[in-house]
């Protein structure tokens, strides 16, 4: 399921992207996101849009102690969207 992320966040977009790139869609996610790619929007907001292969296990990955520990470091705030083709 094609999935879009929308953050903002305290630390630098740089910061933002390794952290979540490493700590969570690499360790936490690689069993159900199959593909993603980071949006700059400005130093404090992205758009993450992933393929996500199981929509249970990432909603209990985003609610993981040490995702929601660092969400209350960076000051995230994540929205979270399903996005489906439009014919």
């Known amino acids: 399921m094609n999935t879009l992320i929308v953050s903002t966040f305290s630390c630098s977009f740089d910061s933002f992207k390794k952290d979540v790139t490493e700590l969570f869609l690499e360790d936490m996610c690689k069993e159900f996101v199959t593909a993603y790619e980071f949006t700059k929007v400005d130093e404090h907001k992205s758009h993450l849009l992933m ?5 249970e296990k990432l909603g209990a990955a985003m609610a993981d102690p040490v995702a929601t520990e660092w969400d209350k470091k960076n000051n995230c705030n994540d929205t979270v969207y399903k996005i489906e083709l439009v014919k």
Do not use: K, L, R, S
């Open 51 to 55: 393929n996500v292969t199981d929509m």
